[in-house]
């Protein structure tokens, strides 16, 4: 199942404000795909995932652009229309399984109450068992589906989760931060499953996080955001052995690697992300851009394919203006 984003405008209306969370985003997601969307906390990402679903919280609402999922746009839906997307076609896992079940009615009867609630032929006894092999396909012992959310661990939880997006049989599968919380083998544990069902399922898959690194042992391809704008996108190869983007370059400067010596301290990048409330002029990341210039203050960047599958929105990479230092680092980073 494909997805293509054309652009997508999403605004929160608050008394202070329009907080423009995403603004005119445009990517695809091609069947059988594993693709990364990657920023800071704030960027937009989950607002992207909750709009693709129409489950966006009061007061966001979806301003301009089109969702088509096979060529059906979501947009245009009604809800119950869309009802009929949500689970059997395209599912969630949700960020902080911690919250996300009901810690007094036991996992089987939040999952069985999932499958028929989108399939109302099925009976109780079939959900069930569709239930039990769920558990099985995600490493876990069936017998503990009779469990109650409080007897599992936090790694259980995530797969418990996992199991409810898979209930009715989804090709398309979000996957907002689904390590969160989760220790360090626990992750690498939950990464693998994902990446496990993805090519014995088939299924597409849109993994939201905050950390390149997971996304290149996950992904095929990534889509690096910035203050409600996609800033680089291309594969994950591509993109890791040289970034093209200031943002992206510092997001991947910021990796620990094996091969720093132990006194030698992470890159950062300074400054804070903007409010959205009111977004700087021109580039919206130039106030923490070292190679910024006037132009960058006053005109927003157009994405462009610099290379085949490669998308930079940034005057420098485009070639519209040159600097020294930011070519030296084109040259020098390689992962």
Same mark, same amino acid.
């Given at each position: @199942?494909?997805l293509r984003?054309? +652009?997508?405008?999403?605004?929160y209306? @608050?008394?202070?404000?329009? *907080?423009?969370?995403?603004?005119?985003? $445009?990517?695809?997601?091609?069947?059988?795909?594993?693709?990364?969307?990657?920023?800071?906390?704030? *960027?937009?990402? $989950?607002?992207?995932a909750?709009?693709? =679903? !129409?489950? =966006?919280?009061?007061?966001?609402?979806?301003?301009?652009?089109?969702?088509?999922?096979?060529?059906? +746009?979501?947009?245009?839906?009604?809800?119950?229309?869309?009802?009929?997307?949500?689970?059997?076609?395209?599912?969630?896992?949700? %960020?902080?399984?911690? &919250?996300?079940? &009901?810690?007094?009615?036991?996992?089987?009867?939040?999952?069985?109450?999932?499958?028929?609630?989108?399939?109302?032929?099925?009976?109780?006894?079939?959900?069930?068992?569709?239930?039990?092999?769920?558990?099985?396909?995600?490493?876990?012992?069936? &017998?503990?589906?009779?469990?109650?959310?409080?007897?599992f661990?936090? #790694?259980?939880? %995530? !797969?418990? @989760?996992?199991?409810?997006?898979?209930?009715? &049989?989804?090709?398309?599968?979000?996957?907002?931060?689904?390590?969160?919380?989760?220790?360090?083998?626990? %992750?690498? %544990?939950?990464?693998?499953?994902?990446?496990?069902?993805?090519?014995?399922?088939?299924?597409?898959?849109?993994?939201?996080?905050?950390? =390149?690194?997971?996304?290149?042992?996950t *992904?095929?391809?990534?889509?690096?955001?910035?203050?409600?704008?996609?800033?680089?996108? #291309?594969?994950?190869?591509?993109?890791?052995?040289?970034?093209?983007?200031?943002?992206?370059?510092?997001?991947?400067?910021?990796?620990?690697s094996?091969?720093?010596?132990?006194?030698?301290?992470?890159?950062?990048?300074? #400054?804070?992300?903007?409010?959205?409330l009111?977004?700087?002029?021109?580039?919206?990341?130039h106030?923490?851009?070292?190679?910024?210039q006037?132009?960058?203050?006053?005109?927003?960047?157009?994405?462009?394919?610099?290379?085949?599958?490669?998308?930079?929105? *940034?005057?420098?990479? $485009?070639?519209?203006?040159?600097?020294?230092?930011?070519?030296?680092?084109?040259?020098?980073?390689?992962?």
């Open positions: @199942m494909s984003v054309e +652009d997508l405008k999403i605004y209306c @608050m008394k202070r404000g329009e *907080c423009k969370a995403v603004e005119d985003i $445009s990517f695809n997601i091609e069947k059988g795909d594993s693709v990364g969307l990657v920023g800071e906390s704030g *960027c937009g990402k $989950s607002t992207v909750f709009s693709i =679903l !129409r489950m =966006l919280p009061f007061p966001g609402e979806i301003m301009d652009g089109k969702i088509l999922l096979d060529n059906e +746009d979501l947009v245009t839906l009604s809800e119950e229309q869309m009802r009929r997307y949500r689970w059997t076609k395209i599912s969630m896992v949700f %960020q902080g399984a911690m &919250n996300a079940l &009901n810690p007094i009615i036991r996992v089987k009867d939040q999952i069985t109450e999932a499958i028929r609630t989108h399939n109302p032929s099925i009976s109780k006894s079939e959900a069930l068992k569709s239930a039990r092999e769920l558990f099985k396909l995600v490493g876990m012992d069936p &017998n503990r589906i009779n469990n109650y959310p409080f007897e661990s936090g #790694g259980m939880k %995530q !797969r418990a @989760m996992i199991v409810m997006a898979l209930a009715c &049989n989804p090709k398309f599968l979000i996957a907002d931060e689904p390590t969160t919380a989760l220790d360090v083998t626990v %992750q690498a %544990q939950i990464m693998e499953l994902l990446k496990k069902l993805v090519n014995d399922l088939g299924i597409t898959l849109m993994l939201i996080t905050h950390d =390149l690194s997971v996304v290149a042992e *992904c095929k391809k990534v889509i690096i955001m910035y203050a409600g704008k996609i800033v680089e996108s #291309g594969s994950v190869k591509e993109i890791f052995a040289q970034p093209l983007h200031p943002y992206s370059q510092g997001l991947i400067a910021s990796i620990p094996i091969e720093k010596s132990s006194n030698q301290s992470l890159a950062s990048i300074p #400054g804070s992300p903007p409010n959205l009111k977004p700087p002029t021109g580039c919206r990341f106030p923490r851009c070292e190679y910024s006037e132009v960058c203050r006053t005109e927003d960047p157009q994405i462009e394919e610099l290379k085949k599958d490669h998308f930079v929105a *940034c005057h420098l990479s $485009s070639g519209r203006i040159a600097s020294e230092k930011y070519n030296q680092v084109i040259q020098k980073v390689k992962l």
